[in-house]
Structure formats: structure tokens, C-alpha cells
């Protein structure tokens, strides 16, 4: 499924991660290219973020396809390939923002997030979210989020006006993760002993913290799709979301690229 939804009409990624239209794709004629296209894709469709995390897609219905024959079913039309009239239909509406077209693509994710992260992604609500719940499941490994040394970073001015600026006493940034890391031991520690003496999961789990990872299953249509990522990979986005938008970008651009040049184009503005 995802083999036909990522070359069917829509084109193959070039090393330097470009969308390339394919407006007769013709497997015959490209088979010695099939193992290497398959394997930048599945480095692609799944993918490792922070430290523990993962973005997966697990399953998807979304290509540039899709997006035409929505569209041309006004005049009861359907058609099987993409041409280059469908794909000037395609940027016209974009940039007009007739928007319910891309709502017919849809992207079936799997996400491993610390509990931060999610709750900012679930304020995406133009979505749908099932989330692992530690009321029901006492998972064999619990991981908790330790930013790189990198990017631990101080907060300067005041809110609504800040900046984040790097940590460069590499000291300071070490304890700093140092002092996380205690945390954690000590909150997944307390977990333990509370199961132990017989205290309900559902009451347990009141004191891990938000540095947590959860998992869940994000199913999001291509339209709010393009939201979240012209929210979240942007550069006023908290770092650690903007690296799941990255990976899910990357997934849209492989599956969709002409919808995403398009995108790209209307200076990423969902329609």
C-alpha cells in the first residue's frame, strides 16, 4: 500500500530530497531503480526523533491523485493518472484555498513523544488521537527525555518577547541533565513502590512527570495535516515538537509532492 501510494502518480525523491513529478510512471521501464527507491523510503516513513522517540506511518489513503479527483468530481469526472493540467489544478487550489479537496488524503501515524510534546500536538484537534494509557498498562520500560547537551538553553526576556540562547558552560549543561535524570529515577522509583503496596495504576501514575514518553496514534487528514507543520516547523515552535514536524514534513513531501510544492509555494499556508 504504501509502495503505490508513494510512486503511483506522484513522483520519486531525489538524493537531495526534492520532489520529482512523474506524470507517466512507468514501473517496467524503472525497475532496476525499485530497491533503492523502497529504501529511502522506509528511512523516511519511519523515523527516530530526540532521544526515544519515533515517528512512524503506519498506514496511509494520500497522494496528489486523490486531491484531483476530489476536486473534478464537481463536473463527475475521474481520472488515473496525474497530467500536467491536474497538477495546475492542484496549485490553483492552493492558493485560492479551496481546502476540502486535501481533506480526502489521509496519513495514519504512530508517535512516541514525551508527554509535553503531545500536549501541545493535541491542540491540533482537526485530528484523531488514541493514546497508550497508563491507567490500564504498566509498560515493561518506562523512557524519559533528556535533551541533548545541545540544546539544553536559558529563557531570556519576558513572555510574549523571549529568546532561548544555548547553554555554553558545558558544566552547567551537564548538571542540568544530571538533575533530570534524578528526577526521573526518583519519580519512576516512587511508581514502583506504589504498584507494589497495591496502589491502583491509575493512582501510580500521578507521579511520573511530563518528561515521560507516551505513544498514540495520530490519524490527520492532508488539509490539517499542512496546518500543524506551518505551526510546528517553524521557528517559534518549542524545539522539541519542531523535530516531530520535521519527520512528518519529510513523510508528506514523499507521499504528496506535488500537493507539498504547492504548499511550499503559497508560503506554507494551509488551505
Not at 497538477?87 to 512516541?112: D, N, Q, W, Y
Amino acid at each position: 500500500m504504501l509502495w503505490s501510494a508513494g510512486l503511483r502518480d506522484k513522483g520519486i525523491t531525489d538524493p537531495a530530497g526534492r520532489g520529482v513529478q512523474s506524470r507517466n510512471f512507468s514501473i517496467v521501464h524503472r525497475w532496476r531503480e525499485i530497491p533503492a527507491i523502497l529504501a529511502s523510503m522506509d528511512e523516511v516513513l519511519e523515523q527516530n526523533v530526540l532521544d526515544h522517540g519515533k515517528v512512524t506511518l503506519r498506514d496511509s489513503m494520500a497522494d496528489d491523485l486523490s486531491v484531483v479527483n476530489a476536486a473534478r468530481v464537481s463536473y463527475a469526472t475521474l481520472v488515473e493518472e496525474i497530467s500536467p493540467a491536474d497538477a495546475k489544478l492542484i496549485h490553483f487550489l492552493m492558493r485560492e484555498r479551496h481546502g476540502t479537496p486535501f481533506e480526502h488524503s489521509v496519513f495514519k501515524f504512530f508517535i512516541k513523544c514525551p508527554i509535553f510534546v503531545a500536549r501541545e500536538w493535541m491542540r491540533h484537534r482537526i485530528s484523531s488521537f488514541n493514546e497508550m494509557s497508563m491507567r490500564y498498562h504498566v509498560p515493561d520500560q518506562v523512557d524519559f527525555f533528556i535533551p541533548d547537551k545541545t540544546t539544553v538553553r536559558s529563557q531570556i526576556g519576558k513572555p510574549g518577547s523571549y529568546s532561548f540562547k544555548s547553554i555554553e558552560d558545558d558544566y552547567l549543561a551537564d548538571d542540568a541533565r544530571s538533575e533530570m535524570a534524578a528526577l526521573y529515577d526518583a519519580a519512576y522509583e516512587s511508581y514502583n513502590v506504589l504498584l507494589n503496596m497495591g496502589i491502583a495504576k491509575e493512582v501510580a501514575r500521578c507521579v511520573l512527570p511530563v518528561g515521560q514518553y507516551t505513544e498514540f496514534i495520530w490519524t490527520v487528514n492532508a488539509r490539517s495535516l499542512m496546518n500543524f507543520v506551518s505551526l510546528r516547523n517553524d521557528e517559534n515552535a518549542q524545539f522539541e515538537i519542531r523535530q516531530y514536524a520535521i519527520a512528518v514534513e519529510d513523510i508528506f513531501k514523499l507521499l504528496m509532492p506535488i500537493t507539498y510544492e504547492s504548499f511550499i509555494t503559497n508560503n506554507r499556508v494551509a488551505p
